[in-house]
Nanobody
Framework: QGQLVESGGGMVQAGGSLTLSCAYPERSFGNVMQAWFRQPPGKEREFVAAITWKGGSTWYTNSVKGRTTISRNNAKNTLYLQMNSLKPEDTAVYYC???????????????????WGQGTQVTVSS
């Protein structure tokens, strides 16, 4: 906890877009899987998307496919989540996370991720 810092959350109307950012420390990160998870109100934390260190592979949960893009810029030590066509059901606290080893593919097991940010709130109004 505290290694990653998210930003970019906010309130948006349905159909709108947001880009979340996650700053990570250069000194301790190398060859890690990075991901975004979210926790809707009253629900469990759920996987959104993941990307390998060099960005060669990405995974998305079905509910965001086609309208969400995960990317990273290692020169800027930043992970991104671009979300388009937002829906009220996308309302959640969004967390970025990093894992040195993942147990399965897709890498959607939150227990694999040892580094987490504090979360950023995304609220989509209808």
């Amino acid at each position: 906890q505290g290694q990653l810092v998210e930003s970019g959350g906010g309130m948006v109307q349905a159909g709108g877009s947001l880009t979340l950012s996650c700053a990570y420390p250069e000194r301790s990160f190398g060859n890690v899987m990075q991901a975004w998870f979210r926790q809707p109100p009253g629900k469990e934390r759920e996987f959104v998307a993941a990307i390998t260190w060099k960005g060669g592979s990405t995974w998305y949960t079905n509910s965001v496919k086609g309208r969400t893009t995960i990317s990273r810029n290692n020169a800027k030590n930043t992970l991104y989540l671009q979300m388009n066509s937002l829906k009220p059901e996308d309302t959640a606290v969004y967390y970025c996370a990093a894992a040195t080893i993942v147990s399965r593919s897709p890498p959607d097991n939150p227990d694999d991720y040892e580094y987490w940010g504090q979360g950023t709130q995304v609220t989509v109004s209808s």
